[in-house]
């Protein structure tokens, strides 16, 4: 499933792009790319074409996944080759008697269950904000609601205490989360072909949970687990995103991803409001802030003071050195 193939190394990896996107529409297209490829294989289609402009990463995604499963297959990209704009393919319905909301069709908006992207005249400047009417969800509800995430082992796996599946999880997050319109942004980004761009998002549920997930994280992993864990999700996302899905390197880090999970169990305690989301704290048998061995700035149980005198001796000892030697040094 998606989930399986990608989101869930996505939560693994608290993945956002540029700290801000949390890759809704890159996920999906990869997957996206591969079903289409194997579904035109097993037809033993001679052509395949996809919709993507020659200014975006879709194109760059769809084509090199096609190239590498299905290299004797053609690929076909009509709004690429003839350069259409969407205001052309507009005025050409138009042209045909075609009536809709042309209101609506002004916006790309592209809904799937990691989010939602919405990109429009206002997202290829660098100045203008999307309008309130350009986002799927509107503010439904006022107030507050409290919510509380069950993660085993890294996966999402019951909301308010209700067992689902980890996409079912989702999905119920976002209803509830979509009412208070909560997770929208404007993402800036380098696109694969080298230009800058902007576009906007709402992914509710993808947030709460990456945040959520992150706060669990904090928890029950060492700090050398999540400094290695951080670096290597931020090459597992560029990577996606940049169609590079197929590349082995990715199963390696998957691996990492996966094996990094094992504690990260519990439950985390969310309060939804509008336009945002506050995490209250965590439940966890695994959580290494544990009263036994002592409170942050209070008191210790495992030490005495002579061992902290020693150790703070020792960690300093090399950079004393160092300005001993150096002391004549501007």
Same mark, same amino acid.
């Given at each position: ?50 919709? !993507? ?31 259409? &704009? ?21 916006? !790309? ?40 995430? &069950? ?35 404007? +993402? ?5 072909? %080298? ?24 928890? &029950? ?19 996606? +995103? ?54 942050? %700035? ?33």
């Amino acid at each position: 499933s998606f989930y399986q193939k990608v989101v869930k190394y996505l939560i693994f990896g608290n993945v956002l792009k540029n700290n801000t996107y949390p890759l809704s529409v890159s996920a999906e297209r990869v997957i996206q790319a591969i079903e289409i490829i194997e579904y035109a294989k097993s037809i033993n289609a001679e052509f395949i074409a996809h919709g !993507s402009t020659g200014a975006g990463n879709d194109q760059v995604r769809f084509d090199m996944i096609f190239q590498t499963l299905a290299p004797h297959i053609t690929i076909i990209t009509p709004i690429r080759d003839e350069k259409l &704009t969407r205001q052309q393919e507009i005025d050409y319905l138009k042209s045909e008697g075609i009536n809709m909301p042309w209101e609506k069709a002004k916006y !790309s908006v592209n809904k799937g269950l990691w989010g939602t992207s919405v990109g429009g005249e206002e997202t290829l400047t660098s100045t203008m904000p999307l309008p309130e009417s350009a986002y799927p969800s509107q503010l439904e509800k006022e107030g507050y609601q409290k919510v509380v995430l &069950t993660f085993n082992k890294g996966n999402l796996v019951a909301v308010n205490g209700k067992i689902d599946d980890p996409e079912k999880c989702i999905e119920l997050l976002d209803f509830f989360a979509t009412k208070y319109a909560i997770g929208r942004d404007i +993402h800036v980004g380098d696109t694969i072909v %080298g230009i800058k761009g902007r576009v906007g998002f709402e992914a509710a549920a993808a947030l709460i949970t990456i945040k959520a997930h992150h706060l669990l994280e904090k928890h &029950t992993l060492t700090k050398w687990q999540l400094q290695h864990k951080e670096y290597l999700a931020s090459f597992y996302g560029m990577h996606l +995103h940049e169609g590079q899905y197929l590349d082995p390197v990715m199963r390696n880090i998957e691996a990492f991803l996966e094996s990094s999970q094992k504690s990260v169990s519990g439950s985390v305690f969310v309060t939804l409001k509008p336009y945002h989301f506050t995490l209250d704290g965590i439940s966890s048998p695994h959580d290494l802030m544990n009263a036994r061995f002592g409170s942050y %700035g209070e008191e210790n149980k495992v030490w005495t003071a002579e061992d902290a005198k020693g150790f703070i001796k020792i960690l300093g000892n090399q950079n004393k050195i160092y300005q001993q030697v150096n002391k004549n040094e501007e």
